[in-house]
């Protein structure tokens, strides 16, 4: 990792050698550039801009855009957090941004050009498709749709104009899984881009660079900062890919606020046994739902019953902390099961340390018709939990009371 800093001469001693370190030495370490002061934690710049000792040194800056020139394009706290999680997802360049969609804005727009075509999953992140739909199709880039297990579909999607594939794996929230390395032979035959949104689990727990995806990107509103305080997002990939995504970035402005970014640095830190802990939590949860007499079905691909358990046990270390499950009945009974807890957030957020439980066939897929929504596999009895670090006892029996209502 360079050790190149914009802040003057330090004793190099002052700063992290980085040669030969382990994953979780990254993760608390990788990005921080120590300042003269020599800090031992990362510094927040929340400074608007960045000053020259001459005429000559603003030229020569403007002209190289590399350093230091104005928080649009790049500021110290917002590098320290792209280089970390470049240095977590195996990848030569991270670009942050103002959310995770503004991740998938900057990806697309700073990739594509009008008259180009994305294969998609059709289990994706509602407001992905949105975006697709209803912006990118105005300017002419449009996009398919298919089953993202049925790899006849997407060869058949593919037309000469298409640049993207886009997935999440597992998806949200019938944790479908998709085999990545397979996915990607078919996107690289055809000339094509493999996309991966990594958010459900994070570096700590799946590298799809490493299975031969091409580009990440991640809500890092989610489990990279872990403890739901704010919104951000990164895409990570190769120099050539993140260098047309940075281009887009620094002139259309979704970028991400340092002090965000500061609060993603300590994030990360503890990202790893954040996702351990909670993944550990979400199988022994749907190992009781799935015995629980209430529950018609759980949706988790940490089970065995789950039918692509063997692939996700080979490409992820775990298997996340986001479950879903039907109980017996329909939106009534759900509904019931929700309003019962005490503990557990209604939010449609998830990652978070707190448990937090929602009712997507109402909330993340209401805007879905009935018919859409059931042919995406969501039932009006389905609910979605993501787990916290909370005592698990404490949550099922949170879960339990509304339960033995129904
Ligand atoms: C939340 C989410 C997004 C969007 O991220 P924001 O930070 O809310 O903009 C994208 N993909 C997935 C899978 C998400 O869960």
């Not at 510094?43 to 001459?54: D, E, K, M, Q, Y």
């Not at 994305?118 to 498709?129: A, D, L, N, Q």
């Not at 996309?195 to 994070?202: A, E, I, P």
Request: hydrophobic share 45%; glycine share 8%; with cysteine.
């Amino acid at each position: 990792m360079s050790s190149q800093s914009s802040f003057g001469s330090l004793d190099p001693r002052l700063q992290n050698d980085l040669t030969d370190v382990e994953m979780d030495t990254l993760a608390v370490r990788a990005g921080h550039m120590r300042t003269p002061e020599a800090e031992h934690a990362e510094a927040i710049f929340p400074t608007s801009s960045f000053v020259f000792s001459s005429a000559q040194e603003a030229a020569t800056r403007f002209a190289s855009a590399e350093g230091n020139i104005y928080s649009r394009f790049t500021n110290p706290t917002v590098r320290a957090f792209e280089q970390r999680i470049a240095a977590l997802e195996g990848a030569e360049r991270a670009v942050a941004t103002a959310s995770g969609m503004a991740a998938i804005m900057s990806l697309t727009c700073g990739m594509l050009e009008q008259g180009d075509h994305i294969v998609c999953s059709r289990s994706v992140f509602g407001s992905t498709i949105s975006f697709f739909d209803k912006y990118l199709a105005k300017f002419g880039i449009t996009t398919t749709y298919v089953d993202p297990k049925d790899f006849a579909a997407w060869k058949e999607a593919v037309t000469p104009t298409t640049r993207l594939f886009f997935i999440e794996t597992p998806s949200n929230p019938l944790a479908e899984i998709v085999d990545v390395p397979a996915l990607a032979d078919i996107a690289h035959a055809a000339g094509v881009k493999l996309v991966v949104d990594n958010c459900f689990l994070t570096p700590a727990l799946q590298q799809p660079l490493a299975m031969g995806a091409d580009i990440i990107i991640h809500s890092a509103t989610k489990y990279l900062d872990g403890q739901g305080r704010c919104i951000g997002g990164v895409v990570v990939g190769n120099h050539d890919d993140m260098e047309k995504v940075f281009a887009f970035l620094r002139t259309a402005g979704p970028s991400m606020s340092p002090f965000n970014a500061w609060v993603f640095l300590k994030g990360l830190e503890t990202l790893k046994l954040r996702m351990e802990a909670q993944s550990a939590a979400a199988l022994e949860l749907a190992t009781w739902l799935e015995a629980h007499p209430k529950v018609s079905r759980v949706y988790y691909s940490g089970l065995e019953s789950h039918p692509q358990h063997a692939l996700a046990r080979k490409q992820q270390k775990a298997f996340g902390g986001v479950l879903a499950f039907e109980v017996q009945g329909g939106q009534a009974q759900a509904w019931k099961v929700i309003d019962s807890t005490r503990l557990i957030s209604i939010t449609g957020n998830l990652g978070d340390t707190r448990t937090t439980i929602t009712h997507p066939a109402t909330t993340t897929h209401g805007k879905m018709s009935a018919e859409a929504r059931a042919q995406a596999g969501i039932a009006d009895s389905l609910i979605r939990i993501s787990v916290g670090l909370e005592a698990l006892d404490d949550i099922k029996r949170d879960i339990n009371r509304g339960l033995e209502l129904i």
